[in-house]
């Protein structure tokens, strides 16, 4: 670097704001818009991309619903109904439940943290093409009647080659890879960002609970994906390539399969809430006007839930036959999960307690996630009994668990987290008027929708059924909770209206609307480019609570080149100045080429070989030297 | 789809008799009473955790600060206080998840110890139907049927379950917990009824498009009764003394049928497919989908993939006047 360079302590100002914005923007059209590395920019798109499929997931939940309203409906067959319920699960859990948590990380973390942009910018910018690839592929499989049929699990031999000819089980297992790869760069830049970006002063015990959220869950997310890869590779090598890894005929197992899938499949599960408990805390806190109770114990629960996630896995098994001994170990796990989980439910209801909530949507949805995801954990604790599961399992009293679960659990807490931080992205206010009418809405439609599934499946209605027989005397109440799902599914387009109407009509926001403590409401809404003209310095946990007017910065760092200030692990002290990568158009060829491979490897194995030399070239114009501006200290 | 006729108006059982005859709650057995009461008892302490966490939540949701408050403040009073009140109630959870799993436990042991029963059977789960063995130690007296369990009441029945194709999981709610059919492995679950009665149950593990249809019945009756019935199974099929019915048997002998299907004391010799010596003494055809009547035998011959699209039996061709002999002759195999 040259020491004529311009630095931010020699500008100040418009010209300042200007200056940065200009070195960290985006260039204008297509190859601009394609070559971004702006995290904001990706995290949008990230987000939108989610929310997106979560309406393609509800839209075929619908579908179900008008099939199951009435006793042998003939609205569908059952090969129809078959991919529905794949594609409704598989998009639920893989498209939109894990990617939502890290879409907010990556546009979160960086402006919560106080830095410019997330670490690997490139790889979050493959990573985000990758996974919009790999949600394309199923999609417009499933449009083209070739849509997977045999469950978001797929479990062999049902899935195998003998059972499953064709390329349908292929496109699932596909898309598994994709969002693996995705999800585990993701999870890679956010643990990097989180623990070399922070702010300086930001120690451990000043990181927001939000990105404490995020981080832990990217660990879980790298130690859990791994195990869905090998399930999926190993059952498309079954399938193309001729091994036995599940076949009992020749020494496999169709057991080893189901271990893979939910040493994976449980984790999954909380790689769902845990980003969700991310966004209760930041609106409880900000709501209550009271910082949280208890942040130590919240954390530790936090890391308490993902150890204690991997240990449980064998609760979806209970029925397959295993040893007794072994399998009652699991229901104490499982029970033992309730522990850090009601930690968690207590410390925010005593800073509800001690504070003054605000009652705004966000809070509203918080409040409703407190009443359905207690429920929901509550017959989560039936399931984890061997005995009792031995009668609900893979009936509809599981499904209703565990959408009490994860809607409760996510998506209340989600659409929480859009009224809150919509203005932060846009910078304008949602409609709080219609946000009333949403929560309500909502919340009775799904407890009608949910609710009632609770009593099926104790009157003996099993899972994954296209239809059932009207002597069964299940027609009432699925009739009840086809019209519950109606009013739910029409509080989500309210919700989708009031988004609409409020980024074009809303009423422009501050960069602090809801006066609340964090870093990222420090910064412009929606953020410049840059995020910040000054990298603040950290000296509470909720800085800007402590510092109203005033927040301490850090100058000196260039304002020509993309620096970043790089701190210490554990308490942030400012360590080096970084650069960080310019904006490139190889990262989305990168992307295209490992599409390329892995859509030939389901059909010849030979695409592995052939398909990585591309893929090889889009990485050497990814990695092209570049002349350094880095200056060493 | 087309529908030879309306079949499902024909239900038998009059609506209210039947509102639990699949139900987990309607407890018709040892084990699943036992697991009744546990699901009470879970429920009451549950229930009870959940109102008590919403009380204090709505509690929490008054204001206690004043407006102008420092969000950052913080009273030692209130903190020591909340502490403590967290603490006790973390200790709440811990006892409660501990007890229950202590009464899981406890119940695990009387559920799953092996009683010694006379009756051992062999159930396989095809696509979509139950293979049912009834294992003896005289080879002559051990027969297959399918789809209907009959077992005496107030006896433990041993049941091996195993799989032909993919995975099945064999549930009966009124009597018991299910268990899962695996490819490669054997399992073995135990039934015992209190007092005579059907008892429906049906496969509970996605196992491909007709899943929904893979119904299976349990008759539990009084001792003679099942005597009588196991004696009937095991003989072969009568011959038809009718030149109607005569006819009807040369059809089926004629057709594709006996490639799958057997009939015992005839040349059909099929493996694949339910064993129909006895077809007609069953109350369901097509896994517990149609009542077993003339017309819905021919409906089902002629036409399963309008029934239960995707199943494995073919539409047979027939003549129009080949269909009534042959619907005869299968429902007077008794």
Redo the contacts between chains.
């Keep these: 670097m040259s020491p004529d360079e311009l630095r931010d302590d020699q500008v100040d100002g418009p010209e300042l704001t200007a200056r940065l914005a200009k070195t960290w923007g985006t260039d204008k059209g297509i190859i601009g818009a394609l070559s971004t590395v702006d995290h904001k920019v990706i995290g949008r798109r990230f987000i939108a991309t989610a929310i997106l499929f979560l309406f393609l997931g509800g839209l075929s939940a619908i579908l179900m619903r008008m099939q199951l309203a009435l006793?042998?409906n003939?609205l569908m067959?059952?090969?129809f109904y078959?991919q529905l319920f794949t594609m409704h699960g598989t998009t639920m859990m893989f498209l939109f439940g894990v990617p939502i948590g890290e879409a907010f990380a990556v546009y979160l973390v960086p402006l919560m943290v106080g830095t410019r942009n997330i670490a690997f910018p490139r790889l979050n910018a493959y990573a985000y093409y990758v996974y919009v690839f790999g949600g394309l592929l199923i999609w417009v499989a499933f449009v083209l009647n070739i849509g997977p049929d045999?469950?978001w699990f797929a479990?062999v031999?049902?899935s195998g080659p003998?059972?499953s000819p064709g390329k349908r089980a292929d496109f699932w297992a596909q898309m598994i890879t994709f969002t693996e790869v995705s999800g585990i760069a993701v999870a890679i830049s956010v643990i990097v960002t989180v623990f070399k970006f922070r702010a300086p002063g930001m120690t451990l015990d000043r990181i927001p609970l939000f990105v404490w959220a995020e981080l832990i869950n990217s660990f879980v997310i790298i130690f859990a994906l791994p195990a869905v890869v090998t399930a999926s590779a190993t059952l498309m090598m079954d399938r193309l390539v001729g091994t036995h890894f599940f076949n009992?005929?020749e020494g496999?197992?169709?057991?080893l399969y189901q271990h893979l899938f939910w040493f994976f499949g449980h984790p999954e599960v909380y790689i769902i809430f845990l980003p969700a408990t991310g966004w209760v805390s930041a609106i409880v806190v900000t709501f209550s006007?009271?910082?949280a109770?208890?942040y130590i114990?919240l954390v530790l629960s936090l890391i308490a839930t993902g150890f204690l996630s991997f240990g449980l896995w064998v609760h979806h098994m209970f029925?397959?036959?295993l040893p007794?001994l072994g399998?009652?170990f699991f229901?104490?796990s499982s029970?033992?999960i309730?522990?850090p989980n009601?930690?968690q439910?207590?410390?925010w209801?005593?800073t509800?307690?001690?504070?003054?909530?605000v009652?705004r949507t966000p809070l509203l949805f918080i409040?409703g996630f407190?009443?359905i995801f207690?429920?929901g954990g509550?017959?989560g604790?039936?399931l984890?009994?061997?005995?009792?599961?031995?009668?609900?399992?893979?009936?509809f009293f599981v499904v209703a668990h565990f959408h009490y679960v994860l809607i409760g659990g996510n998506v209340f807490p989600l659409i929480g987290a859009v009224y809150y931080w919509f203005p932060k992205f846009t910078g304008r206010m949602m409609s709080e008027r219609l946000g009333k009418w949403h929560f309500w809405l909502a919340f009775i439609g799904f407890n009608a929708t949910f609710f009632p599934m609770h009593i099926l499946?104790?009157?003996?209605m099993?899972?994954?059924?296209?239809?059932?027989?009207?002597?069964?005397?299940w027609g009432s109440l699925n009739l009840f909770t086809s019209l519950g799902a109606a009013l739910f599914f029409a509080s989500f387009v309210l919700f989708l209206y009031n988004i609409v109407s409020s980024a074009r009509r809303g009423a422009v926001a501050g960069p602090n609307p809801w006066n609340a403590?964090t870093l990222e409401w420090a910064s412009a809404s929606p953020p410049r480019p840059q995020n910040f003209d000054r990298i603040p310095v950290v000296t509470?946990r909720?800085p800007l609570?402590?510092h109203r007017d005033d927040l301490p910065v850090v100058a000196g760092l260039s304002v020509e080149n993309r620096e970043q200030l790089v701190t210490t692990v554990t308490d942030a002290r400012a360590d080096l100045r970084e650069t960080t990568p310019e904006p490139s158009i190889w990262p989305f060829i990168a992307a295209i080429a490992t599409a390329i491979l892995f859509i030939g490897s389901m059909f010849t194995p030979w695409a592995l070989v052939w398909g990585s030399v591309p893929l090889a070239l889009a990485l050497m114009g990814w990695f092209w030297p570049k002349p350094s501006t880095e200056d060493e200290r | 789809m087309r529908r030879g006729r309306p079949f499902l108006l024909l239900a038998v059982l009059p609506l209210g008799g039947c509102q639990g005859w699949q139900s987990a709650l309607d407890a018709q057995g040892p084990a699943a009473r036992t697991l009744a009461d546990m699901f009470w008892i879970f429920l009451a302490i549950l229930a009870m955790v959940w109102l008590l966490t919403m009380i204090i939540l709505v509690l929490s949701l008054r204001r206690r600060r004043p407006a102008d408050a420092d969000p950052l403040a913080t009273n030692p009073d209130t903190e020591r206080r909340m502490t403590v009140t967290i603490s006790v109630a973390v200790g709440l959870t811990l006892v409660t998840v501990l007890s229950l799993t202590g009464l899981s436990y406890a119940a695990q042991k009387v559920l799953f110890a092996r009683k010694d029963g006379a009756l051992t059977l062999l159930v396989t789960g095809q696509q979509w139907w139950w293979e049912v063995t009834y294992e003896d130690s005289q080879p002559s007296r051990v027969f297959t049927t399918a789809n209907e369990i009959h077992i005496p009441v107030g006896e433990p029945v041993l049941i091996k379950l195993e799989a032909g194709d993919v995975i099945h999981s064999f549930w009966v709610p009124s009597l018991t917990g299910k268990m899962d059919l695996i490819p490669g492995r054997q399992n073995q679950i135990q039934i015992q009824a209190d007092r005579p009665g059907l008892y429906r149950g049906q496969c509970a593990e996605f196992c491909g498009l007709q899943h929904a249809h893979m119904g299976l019945l349990v008759i539990a009756e009084t001792k003679e009764d099942f005597e009588r019935w196991r004696d009937r199974q095991v003989s072969s099929a009568t011959p038809p003394s009718d030149s109607h019915r005569q006819r009807g048997m040369e059809i089926f002998l004629s057709k594709p049928c006996v490639m799958c299907h057997q009939v015992r004391g005839t040349d059909a010799g099929g493996k694949v497919a339910p064993d129909l010596t006895h077809v007609g003494s069953r109350r369901y055809i097509a896994a517990g989908t149609l009542e077993t009547t003339r017309g819905n035998l021919a409906a089902w011959i002629l036409d399963p993939h309008g029934i239960k699209p995707g199943v494995n039996m073919p539409a047979v061709r027939l003549d129009p006047d080949e269909i009534q002999p042959l619907a005869d002759y299968l429902e007077g195999l008794k």
């Design positions: 006793p042998e003939r067959g059952p090969d078959n045999v469950g479990y031999p049902l003998e059972y009992p005929a496999g197992d169709a057991l006007r009271r910082q109770f208890g114990a029925t397959t036959g007794q399998a009652s229901t104490a029970m033992l309730a522990i009601g930690i439910i207590f410390c209801i005593a509800l307690w001690d504070g003054r909530p009652f409040v407190f009443f207690v429920a509550l017959s604790i039936m984890a009994s061997v005995p009792l599961d031995t009668q609900v399992h893979d009936t499946g104790l009157m003996g099993p899972r994954r059924v296209y239809t059932y027989l009207p002597e069964m005397g403590g509470n909720e609570w402590a």
